[in-house]
């Protein structure tokens, strides 16, 4: 009539697995979330990288030197990074979009018409 010993305490050891498989869907997207605002917080440094190349761009001097930074290049390459983030934190399409490989190299010569010390 009584259900076996070995049934009584298994009943317990069922639960676990059904608690943890319950619970991990909220895990996942706390995980989810906190991911979301790293990312987040990423593209407003990028931004900021963006503009502060964009001054220094237009403060730097523009003496006849063989080499200076390229900034220009510089913000494309945060653009791309940034671009990459912003369709991973709001994707518009199910598919992966081809990569864009980052140019780096950010030293430019001096075009060759102009004197270098």
Do not use: C, N, W
């Not at 869907?25 to 706390?30: E, N, R």
């Amino acid at each position: 009539m009584f259900p076996s010993r070995s049934f009584v305490l298994a009943r317990p050891l069922l639960a676990v697995p059904l608690l943890i498989a319950s619970g991990l869907p909220f895990a996942l997207a706390a995980d989810e979330t906190a991911e979301h605002e790293r990312l987040a917080a990423i593209v407003r440094q990028l931004d900021m990288i963006d503009r502060l190349a964009e001054h220094a761009a237009t403060v730097s001097p523009q003496d006849p030197t063989r080499y200076h930074f390229d900034y220009e290049r510089l913000r494309e390459d945060v653009g791309r990074v940034r671009a990459g983030l912003q369709d991973y934190l709001v994707p518009l399409r199910a598919q992966p979009r081809d990569p864009v490989e980052l140019r780096g190299d950010y030293r430019q010569s001096a075009p060759s018409g102009m004197k270098t010390p």
